[in-house]
């Protein structure tokens, strides 16, 4: 099977299992609702306020709760199955980016659901021409996904992996939350979203770059 | 007198005599003596960065050579350079609030991406400390502390992308921004801190060292249940 092949074939077995566990969309968005729900509780009500801050803490939102994607119990490999796609001849990075490609798909689900749910909640003020910022937001969806998979790789195995691998990435996920925010800051001030879209570009470049190099050593890593 | 304690010795020794340099360093005219608090911040701040720079290092020769003494270093030189940068962070922090007014801004490029960076290496401690045995450890921390060091140039070079309240670099090609007797005191304490980081890697890699044997002459799980000696019981 070609490389390009073994990607898709990942990508389509991770989503399977999600449409079987329901992991994502039954328990993950849940409780990303409630998550977007709990800030306006601990402001008290200021309107003013919760328009003002309601676009970060969708990307807050979605930052944190994209590496509870990556990680989710159904994208996890056990020992013997990563022995046994190893002895197959299986590419890591192929395994890698098809794990990848799976977990953009579902955040940027994840995140659909979440803007709109952001826009009730928090009434904020969209600029003119708002829908160019979701490029932006694609790209930070899929390097999201990209540094969330890494870390679910560097962890996997390990007791207390759910806390452990945001504690390492979510630092490395920053110019991803910048670029996704700014871009749709700008657009009222006439500032160009595409220094931002292009930040979020490299990020991804570079991400994917990592992984392409540490792929292997990280199959060998999790034995 | 081993020579761990020879250099931690000279390390105390020379710490002193920075101290002593740096109280009477000249200070500057608007900042008055808070100024003092650059000879240990600036060489906390390098020295962070030398510690990842060899923990990067040493990583990439552990994945070359696949011996316990670069893991070793490598995780000693983290341990070292959170330490400098948490004191670092709290020294830049204390200058921000006697000059600039403010203890944090949000603003400032180095001290956002100098945070990042510290948790960014407590999270390479925490992922050593999580890992099931040693060879693990290393297996998965190489590669975090060789992806991680990318973080170095980004915070020192932070100041010069982006506009700040941090002031730039200190020593720049056409000259110094500082007077003679000031950045002679900062030199000298950069090396005696430089001094500081090698006695604490030797130490601290030689204690890594020594719980790693101690661990190996530690019993396995059921090394201690004896099988059954039918010879030994009675006849009855």
Do not use: C
């Not at chain 1, 993950?28 to 003002?52: C, E, K, N, Q």
């Amino acid at each position: 099977m070609s490389f390009w092949g073994q990607v898709i074939e990942f990508a389509r077995r991770d989503l399977v299992a999600e449409r079987r566990t329901g992991e994502v969309v039954a328990i993950v968005m849940p409780f990303g609702a409630v998550a977007l729900m709990t800030l306006p509780f601990a402001l008290t009500i200021d309107s003013a306020l919760l328009s003002r801050v309601g676009p970060a803490m969708f990307w807050v939102v979605s930052l944190l709760f994209a590496m509870q994607i990556a990680l989710r119990h159904s994208a996890a490999d056990r020992p013997e199955h990563r022995a046994m796609l190893s002895l197959l001849g299986i590419d890591p990075f192929a395994r890698l980016i098809g794990r990848a490609a799976s977990s953009s798909l579902l955040v940027g689900l994840f995140m659909a659901v979440m803007f709109p749910l952001m826009v009730v909640f928090y009434s904020p003020d969209l600029p003119p021409g708002w829908p160019s910022a979701l490029l932006p937001a694609a790209l930070a969806a899929l390097g999201l996904s990209l540094v969330g998979t890494l870390a679910a790789e560097v962890t996997a195995g390990l007791s207390g992996r759910t806390m452990l691998a945001p504690l390492i990435v979510a630092p490395l996920a920053i110019p991803l939350l910048v670029g996704g925010s700014q871009a749709l800051e700008s657009l009222p001030d006439n500032g160009g979203i595409l220094p931002w879209t292009l930040l979020v570009a490299a990020t991804d470049l570079a991400l994917a770059v990592a992984g392409a190099v540490v792929a292997r050593p990280l199959e060998e890593a999790a034995r | 007198m081993t020579k761990i304690q020879v250099m931690l010795g000279l390390a105390a020794v020379a710490l002193a005599g920075g101290l002593v340099l740096a109280l009477n360093a000249p200070i500057d005219a608007l900042q008055g003596e808070f100024s003092r608090i650059m000879h240990l911040h600036v060489p906390a701040s390098w020295l962070a960065f030398l510690a990842f720079g060899v923990t990067a290092v040493a990583s990439i020769m552990w994945r070359i050579r696949r011996t316990r003494a670069w893991d070793r270093r490598a995780a000693a030189s983290a341990e070292i350079g959170v330490l400098f940068t948490a004191l670092s962070l709290a020294t830049g922090s204390l200058w921000g609030g006697a000059v600039w007014g403010t203890y944090w801004d949000w603003a400032d490029p180095r001290i956002a991406t100098t945070a990042l960076m510290f948790f960014v290496y407590l999270g390479y401690l925490a992922l050593r400390s999580a890992s099931p045995d040693a060879e693990s450890a290393a297996a998965r921390s190489s590669i975090l502390g060789i992806i991680a060091v990318v973080q170095v140039p980004l915070v020192y070079f932070s100041v010069n992308m982006f506009r700040s309240l941090h002031q730039g670099q200190s020593i720049r090609p056409d000259g110094a921004t500082m007077p003679g007797g000031m950045l002679v005191a900062m030199l000298v304490n950069v090396g005696v801190f430089t001094l500081v980081y090698f006695a604490l890697l030797a130490a601290r890699t030689d204690v890594m060292r020594q719980e790693e044997a101690a661990r190996a002459l530690e019993p396995a799980a059921g090394e201690a249940v004896r099988p059954p000696r039918f010879d030994e019981v009675p006849d009855v």
